[in-house]
C-alpha cells in the first residue's frame, strides 16, 4: 500500500487543527477533516488514516490534496459541484411559454405535457417546471357570462351597498330559494359505523317527492330563517315573507336582496308589499340567457 506523503503544516494552521477537532461545536464532517491533515502531517500510512477517520482511502487523498491547495478554510465547506444538468437557457423558455400562449397543436385542442416535450425537445418535468413557474395551465378553460341587464351597474350597486353599508334600524337578508329537492329514504335501514367497519346504506333507494327550501340568511347575526313548502310558487313565497315577518323585530325595516323569480313580482306579492312598508326587495342582476 502507497503511503500518504508527508505533508507541511504550519504551526498556525495546526493549532487551528486541533482547536476544530477539540470545540465540540464543530460539525463531525469537518473534525474528521482535520483529522486527516494532522496524521497526515505526522506521516501516518494512508490505511492507517482511513481506519482512523472510518473513511475511505479515496476520502483521504481528496481531502490532503484540498489543504494543500486551499489550506484550512478548504476544510470547512463543501466543493461545489456543477449541476446534473445544464440549466434551460432564456431563449428555450420564452419558446416554451409563447408556444403555449399563442399557438396549439396540430393534432389536438390544447398543449400537453408530453406533446410540448416533444414539440420542443425538452423533457416532460422541465415543461411542467416552466408552466408551474409563469402559472399556465393549458388544460383548464374557466368560463364567464356577460349579464344583458341594462340597469346592471346600478343593480350591483344597489345590492353591495347594502351588504357593505346597511341602512339605520335595518335588516338586510339574503333570500333565497331551492326547489325541487328530491326526498330520498333508503329501501332498508343501514348499519352505523363501528370499529373495524364502515357504516353501511343499501344502493337503491325509494322517492319520496321533492320540496322546496325557502332561506333567509340575516347578514347582522348569521341567523338563518328556513322554511320547507312542497311547490314553489308565489302563494308560498309569500307564506315565506310571512314567517320572516313574524320573526323579526317589527319596529326594524327589512331589505330583502332576492333573485329575480317570477313568483317574485307577481300582483299578488306587489300588493302585500305595498300594504307591508317595512319590507323593501331588491333584486339581483339578470345573468346572460
Not at 112 to 128: E, K, N
Not at 224 to 236: A, L, T
Request: charged letters at 25%; glycine letters at 6%; a positive charge.
Amino acid at each position: 500500500m502507497r503511503n500518504i506523503e508527508r505533508i507541511s503544516v504550519s504551526e498556525a494552521d495546526r493549532d487551528r487543527l486541533e482547536r476544530l477537532v477539540r470545540d465540540r461545536n464543530t460539525p463531525q464532517k469537518v473534525v474528521w477533516r482535520a483529522r486527516i491533515v494532522l496524521l497526515a502531517a505526522n506521516g501516518l500510512q494512508a490505511i492507517g488514516i482511513a481506519a482512523a477517520v472510518g473513511k475511505s482511502l479515496l476520502t483521504v487523498r481528496r481531502w490532503r490534496r484540498r489543504y494543500v491547495t486551499k489550506g484550512v478554510d478548504g476544510l470547512l465547506k463543501d466543493a461545489t459541484r456543477p449541476p446534473r444538468r445544464k440549466p434551460l437557457t432564456a431563449e428555450k423558455i420564452k419558446q416554451v411559454v409563447d408556444m403555449t400562449l399563442h399557438q396549439t397543436p396540430a393534432n389536438a385542442t390544447h398543449w400537453s405535457l408530453s406533446g410540448m416535450a416533444a414539440a420542443v425537445g425538452l423533457s416532460r418535468s422541465s415543461i411542467q417546471r416552466i408552466w408551474s413557474k409563469h402559472g399556465l395551465k393549458p388544460h383548464l378553460i374557466e368560463t364567464f357570462k356577460i349579464s344583458r341587464d341594462r340597469n346592471f351597474a346600478a343593480k350591483v350597486k344597489e345590492v353591495v351597498g347594502l351588504y357593505l353599508n346597511p341602512p339605520d334600524k335595518a335588516l338586510v337578508l339574503c333570500v333565497d330559494e331551492k326547489s325541487q329537492i328530491q326526498a330520498l329514504d333508503r329501501t332498508q335501514p343501514g348499519l352505523p359505523m363501528k370499529k373495524g367497519r364502515a357504516g353501511t346504506m343499501t344502493h337503491d333507494y325509494k322517492r319520496n317527492g321533492t320540496t322546496t327550501l325557502f332561506a333567509a340568511l340575516n347578514m347582522l347575526d348569521g341567523r338563518v330563517i328556513g322554511q320547507c313548502m312542497p311547490r314553489h310558487r308565489h302563494c308560498e313565497f309569500l307564506r315565506f315573507l310571512k314567517t320572516i315577518d313574524r320573526q323579526t323585530p317589527v319596529d326594524l325595516d327589512l331589505h330583502l336582496i332576492v333573485d329575480n323569480y317570477a313568483t317574485h313580482k307577481t300582483e299578488a306579492v306587489k300588493g302585500w308589499l305595498k300594504r307591508h312598508k317595512r319590507f323593501h326587495l331588491h333584486f339581483t342582476p339578470t345573468s346572460a340567457s
